[in-house]
């Protein structure tokens, strides 16, 4: 099976501008949720959709979106761009099911955000 | 915010060693999972221990968890240069949501 993939592998965007990551998850993962990796906070969890609805988020402002296709691809936008929103940008594919089944989550490579 | 920390920060290790790394959670979990990262790159995932279970192997990898101390740790055995990478543990937590919490990272550098 092929992995996770992400578009593009790497942004130059300036602050005020708005960003749209895509992700592709593993073929009959219906999970996908989305990392920040920053060197100042490290990894830190955005939000997460499963069967086109968002069913979980985490603590970061309005300007960060995501959407699921009914294909399972999902993406993430960022509006009003901020220097601190440079970043690696982390999805991950998991099969997703219900909250009690342990799933691995495997991860894309990342789309490398600078923002200037 | 991070869920765990990890120690040591940093380990450098001849090749051949075992490299031991441990991390440390805050609150009760349903799974603990370990992943490299090659610098700058996407996460490797590397293996998933349930919280029943106390010990987990894998290659050259070996996993110990204690949900009493919360802590779990990761053996690597006869290292290889090709091992060097940064380390990080992700904690699925008991209740609530599938996502996971990670912790800081142990940056390992493997001395041919």
């Known amino acids: 099976k092929a992995g996770v993939t992400q578009t593009p592998r790497y942004l130059i965007k300036t602050r005020g501008q708005q960003v749209t990551l895509s992700c592709s998850p593993i073929s009959g993962h219906r999970s996908v949720s989305w990392y920040q990796q920053t060197p100042g906070q490290g990894l830190q969890f955005l939000f997460e959709?499963?069967?086109?609805?968002?069913?979980n988020k985490g603590n970061f402002p309005g300007r960060f979106s995501g959407r699921q296709f009914s294909n399972s691809r999902s993406e993430m936008n960022v509006s009003t761009l901020e220097l601190g929103d440079s970043a690696l940008y982390l999805c991950?594919?998991?099969?997703?099911?219900?909250?009690?089944?342990?799933?691995?989550?495997?991860f894309g490579p990342g789309t490398r955000l600078t923002v200037l | 915010s991070q869920q765990g920390e990890e120690d040591p920060q940093a380990l450098s290790i001849q090749e051949g060693e075992n490299a031991t790394m441990n991390c440390s959670y805050k609150t009760s979990i349903n799974n603990l999972q370990w992943y490299r990262q090659n610098s700058g790159r996407g996460l490797v995932h590397l293996i998933l221990i349930r919280s029943n279970e106390r010990e987990k192997h894998s290659g050259r990898l070996r996993v110990t968890l204690d949900t009493s101390k919360k802590s779990c740790s990761l053996l690597i055995t006869a290292s290889r240069a090709a091992d060097t990478a940064s380390y990080f543990c992700?904690?699925?937590?008991?209740?609530?949501?599938?996502?996971?919490?990670f912790g800081t990272g142990t940056r390992l550098t493997v001395i041919p």
């Open positions: 991950a594919s998991s099969l997703g099911g219900g909250l009690a089944v342990n799933n691995e989550q495997f």
């Open positions: 959709y499963f069967s086109e609805t968002q069913r």
């Open positions: 992700a904690t699925r937590r008991e209740t609530g949501a599938n996502n996971l919490f």
